[in-house]
């Protein structure tokens, strides 16, 4: 079985073998069972094909995006192990290992396990992404299965993965909207993606405190629901 320390050389964590659940070039992401539970191994390497690729630069700016998100108050992966290793000042491979949360489920998975608390679980969504968006974090893949929701304490948790592509800056209305028009494209169900549309967009907006004066966060919303890019 595998335990923590199985990670403390960078050689042997890219020597590891793991149900693959994403395989680019330059990066992947397995599945491994690590004392007793789920986790994920994510790798990011470079090679003389890939000088240009930024594949690792790009691993390091996620760590970069977890990091703040785990010290702001929100909720990103639970890295548990992390390591690089370097050459001539230049790092030739990163991993980070990130634990499965217990009871954690993407958004339209728990929407349909808990049809019941639908109003509540949407109402502390759009106060999270409110929050979210005021301290100036733009996703930019604010898609469902990219927010896990668990339950503590009688209420809803709300964490963030696959941050690769993840900003930090001063809050930007033009780019949070296009965050909420990824998250209703991202949902299959037809009822709970209007309803991103329609009364979430008002519950979000009277929780934003940086929404600037004037601004028509339905039309953003639906300027950027008009276009297929970000």
């Known amino acids: ?101 217990d009871d954690e489920m993407p958004l339209e998975q728990r929407w349909w396990k808990q049809p019941e608390a639908g109003d509540g679980l949407l109402a502390s969504l759009a106060s999270f992404a409110a929050r979210l968006h005021d301290a100036g974090f733009i996703h930019t893949d604010f898609s469902e299965r990219h927010i896990l929701v668990g339950v503590r304490d009688g209420a809803w948790t709300f964490r963030l993965i696959d941050v690769e592509r993840a900003r930090v800056g001063a809050p930007n209305d033009r780019l949070a909207a296009a965050d909420l028009k990824t998250l209703a494209a991202s949902i299959d169900d037809q009822k709970l993606r209007e309803r991103i549309g329609g009364d979430f967009l008002d519950d979000y907006s009277a929780k934003r405190r940086t929404l600037a004066r004037g601004v028509d966060l339905r039309a953003l919303f639906a300027e950027a629901s008009a276009t297929r890019s970000f």
């Open 1 to 101: 079985m595998l335990s923590i320390t199985c990670f403390d050389s960078t050689d042997q964590v890219f020597a590891m073998d793991g149900a693959a659940m994403r395989i680019h070039q330059g990066r992947s992401v397995v599945k491994l069972c690590v004392g007793g539970k789920p986790h994920y191994l994510k790798r990011y390497w470079l090679s003389p094909s890939q000088l240009l690729q930024r594949h690792v630069s790009r691993g390091r700016h996620e760590l970069r995006m977890i990091d703040w998100l785990n010290d702001n108050g929100f909720a990103g992966p639970r890295v548990v192990a992390r390591g690089a290793l370097h050459r001539l000042s230049i790092t030739t491979r990163l991993f980070f290992l990130m634990e499965e949360v």
